[in-house]
């Protein structure tokens, strides 16, 4: 055994299963040992878009992910997901394979310091040599997969990694529970808190998406009556269905929003992680109760008035176990609060929008369906508009929020759960972005309809134009009058639809196909000038 294969035996008994990349020579001892060790190697068409595979399926398994790229220019695209990792919490392990250590550190081509360039956008960041693997191996593992969660770098040299192996792993690594726990001053504050409010609303975020009995949110917002909205992040941990469910903040129709929490006399965090948008932007002067991993990182205009702070699954369990706490909320003000949120998003147009776009992929999209899409105004729209109904079936980039995220996501959602039905929507500039990634699904036969919104403009950036008063210049994707699109991307069937009943079509098609379909949708997107940031 040498230490490749050591490193892919510890990866396999950690529960990874694919691992995400493009060869080079120095790669290619890593590669071998994966296809004889059991681990899938998934040839991505960008290191981009390995990496936000990778986090992807950290994500949607609870395992590490896995993402390998050669030196330099190999290693500076790699980082673009890695930062996602680190920013949106995902577990992962990313390999560098570098040259011979006797290289190392002198002045040749593709020269960087991969540590240097890593160290930012991990939890850490570990050279692998001769007489450490085995060590540096788990500590990484170990370090992914503490809380809070995140990505930890790996330096392979190729002498180290085709060595003879060194040591032995101590067995399967699995992700802990948080050493700390709330304190029971802790848990009676929080609860005093929430007794003394008339009007309490939770909101939860991504911190809870980890925890390892998301049911224990569901008993605390139903034994206390709490109606609850959620972040981007943490949709689906609660169906979005449920009667006391009021939808999405801070994506479309945020005012809405803020409105009614505004209404409300105390705002219960639990496992709100500030990275997905700070406190202070929505929370106006409504107390705080924070119920998290580690205290939040807010500014003195946010009125924290008490804090639980440690394992989200120990403090949410035993605030669900105590004694009902009151409240004087009227259950058709909850529900008739979520249903004019909804209907604000969706205004009215003789043509194919993208609100009506959304709305029909949902239809087609079975109930456990996963989603993977990308980054753009039509983020903000799905965020507030698609109702989830299981955790880790929403997917998106929201702490790093970098467009490239929807193709690759959908491909390692689709390859963890191969049996679910998993659908992509992006935006035609992100499309053009990762196009690449559609020979990707085709190599593995991957039955995932892609649903590009084509609007031929970055309507996000459209819309900041606008607001500033700004000329739109350089934000114009296609500029030339709408044409069909090609029979085919990388022998990939691409589909134009103009209208609702095309796309509804067109959809289930595509999930009964035995591969990818791009179905381009030309919308007007106009209505995201009222509803993107109002």
């Given at each position: 055994?040498?230490?490749?294969?050591?490193?892919v035996?510890?990866?396999?008994?950690?529960?990874?299963?694919?691992?995400?990349?493009?060869?080079s020579?120095?790669?290619?001892?890593?590669?071998?040992?994966?296809?004889?060790?059991?681990?899938?190697?998934v040839?991505?068409?960008?290191?981009?878009s390995?990496?936000?595979?990778?986090?992807s399926?950290?994500?949607?398994?609870?395992?590490?992910?896995?993402?390998?790229?050669?030196?330099?220019?190999g290693a500076?695209?790699?980082?673009?997901?890695?930062?996602?990792?680190?920013?949106?919490?995902?577990?992962m392990?990313?390999?560098?394979?570098?040259?011979n250590?006797?290289?190392?550190?002198?002045?040749?081509?593709?020269?960087?310091?991969?540590?240097?360039l890593?160290?930012?956008?991990?939890?850490?960041?570990?050279?692998?040599?001769?007489?450490?693997?085995a060590?540096?191996?788990?500590?990484?593992?170990?370090?992914?997969l503490a809380?809070?969660?995140?990505?930890?770098?790996?330096?392979?040299?190729?002498?180290?990694?085709?060595?003879?192996?060194?040591?032995?792993?101590?067995?399967?690594?699995?992700?802990?529970?948080?050493?700390i726990k709330?304190?029971?001053?802790?848990?009676?504050?929080?609860?005093?808190?929430?007794?003394?409010?008339?009007r309490?609303?939770?909101?939860?975020?991504?911190?809870?998406?980890?925890?390892?009995?998301?049911?224990?949110?569901?008993?605390?917002?139903?034994?206390?009556?709490?109606p609850?909205?959620?972040?981007?992040?943490a949709?689906?941990?609660?169906?979005d269905d449920?009667?006391?469910?009021?939808?999405?903040?801070?994506?479309?129709?945020?005012?809405?929003?803020?409105?009614f929490?505004?209404?409300?006399?105390?705002?219960?965090?639990?496992?709100?992680?500030?990275?997905?948008?700070?406190?202070e932007?929505?929370?106006?002067?409504?107390p705080?109760?924070?119920v998290?991993?580690e205290?939040?990182?807010?500014?003195?205009?946010?009125?924290?008035?008490?804090?639980?702070?440690?394992?989200?699954?120990?403090?949410?369990?035993?605030?669900?176990?105590?004694?009902?706490?009151?409240?004087?909320w009227?259950?058709?003000?909850?529900?008739?609060?979520?249903?004019?949120?909804?209907?604000?998003l969706?205004p009215?147009?003789?043509?194919?929008?993208?609100?009506?776009?959304i709305?029909?992929?949902?239809?087609?999209?079975?109930?456990?369906?996963?989603?993977?899409?990308?980054?753009?105004?039509?983020?903000?729209?799905?965020?507030?508009?698609?109702?989830?109904?299981?955790?880790?079936?929403?997917?998106?980039t929201?702490?790093?929020?970098?467009?490239?995220?929807?193709?690759?996501?959908?491909?390692?959602?689709?390859?963890?759960?191969?049996?679910?039905?998993v659908?992509?929507?992006?935006?035609?500039?992100?499309?053009?972005?990762?196009?690449?990634?559609?020979?990707?699904?085709r190599?593995?036969?991957l039955?995932?309809?892609?649903?590009?919104?084509?609007?031929?403009?970055?309507?996000?950036?459209?819309?900041?134009?606008?607001?500033?008063?700004?000329?739109?210049?350089?934000?114009?994707?296609?500029?030339?009058?709408?044409?069909?699109?090609?029979?085919?991307?990388?022998?990939?069937?691409a589909?134009?639809?103009?209208?609702?009943?095309?796309?509804?079509?067109?959809?289930?098609?595509?999930?009964?196909?035995?591969?990818?379909?791009?179905?381009?949708?030309?919308?007007?997107?106009?209505?995201?000038?009222?509803?993107?940031?109002?």
């Amino acid at each position: 055994m040498n230490n490749s294969d050591l490193m892919v035996k510890i990866l396999k008994d950690a529960g990874v299963t694919h691992g995400f990349g493009i060869p080079s020579g120095n790669v290619l001892p890593f590669i071998e040992a994966m296809r004889k060790g059991g681990v899938e190697f998934v040839l991505t068409a960008h290191e981009g878009s390995a990496s936000f595979a990778a986090d992807s399926m950290g994500r949607v398994t609870g395992k590490p992910g896995l993402c390998i790229a050669t030196l330099g220019p190999g290693a500076t695209n790699l980082a673009t997901g890695v930062g996602s990792a680190y920013l949106d919490r995902s577990p992962m392990i990313a390999i560098t394979c570098n040259l011979n250590t006797p290289l190392l550190g002198r002045r040749i081509q593709m020269l960087i310091d991969h540590h240097a360039l890593f160290k930012p956008i991990t939890k850490a960041t570990l050279a692998a040599r001769h007489d450490n693997v085995a060590e540096v191996m788990e500590e990484a593992i170990r370090i992914a997969l503490a809380e809070p969660q995140g990505p930890v770098h790996i330096d392979l040299p190729e002498d180290v990694s085709l060595a003879e192996a060194k040591g032995a792993p101590s067995g399967p690594i699995t992700a802990e529970a948080l050493a700390i726990k709330a304190s029971d001053a802790e848990i009676d504050g929080a609860a005093a808190r929430i007794a003394a409010a008339k009007r309490p609303v939770a909101v939860i975020g991504m911190s809870a998406m980890r925890m390892g009995d998301p049911a224990k949110l569901l008993a605390f917002i139903e034994k206390h009556n709490m109606p609850f909205a959620t972040t981007t992040m943490a949709k689906g941990l609660i169906d979005d269905d449920h009667p006391l469910a009021l939808g999405c903040i801070e994506r479309a129709r945020r005012q809405v929003q803020r409105k009614f929490i505004h209404s409300c006399d105390l705002v219960v965090g639990l496992g709100y992680d500030t990275i997905e948008v700070e406190y202070e932007a929505w929370i106006g002067d409504v107390p705080l109760v924070a119920v998290d991993i580690e205290s939040p990182d807010i500014v003195d205009s946010v009125k924290l008035e008490a804090e639980a702070i440690g394992d989200l699954d120990d403090a949410v369990g035993r605030l669900a176990a105590l004694p009902t706490i009151a409240n004087s909320w009227d259950a058709a003000e909850v529900t008739g609060h979520a249903a004019a949120f909804q209907a604000s998003l969706r205004p009215s147009v003789p043509v194919l929008t993208p609100h009506e776009a959304i709305d029909v992929v949902r239809k087609v999209t079975p109930h456990d369906g996963i989603l993977s899409f990308d980054v753009g105004a039509h983020t903000h729209q799905i965020a507030s508009q698609w109702p989830a109904h299981d955790p880790r079936t929403f997917l998106i980039t929201n702490g790093w929020s970098s467009m490239g995220f929807g193709l690759p996501g959908a491909i390692a959602a689709k390859l963890a759960h191969p049996d679910k039905p998993v659908v992509c929507i992006l935006g035609d500039g992100c499309f053009q972005m990762t196009c690449g990634e559609l020979a990707t699904m085709r190599r593995s036969n991957l039955a995932i309809p892609v649903v590009v919104l084509d609007d031929r403009w970055l309507s996000l950036i459209q819309i900041k134009q606008h607001k500033r008063q700004y000329e739109q210049y350089g934000s114009n994707v296609e500029p030339e009058p709408y044409r069909e699109p090609p029979s085919h991307y990388f022998n990939v069937p691409a589909i134009g639809v103009r209208d609702g009943a095309a796309l509804e079509a067109a959809l289930k098609t595509a999930f009964e196909s035995d591969g990818p379909t791009v179905i381009e949708a030309v919308v007007d997107a106009g209505h995201y000038f009222d509803t993107v940031f109002d």
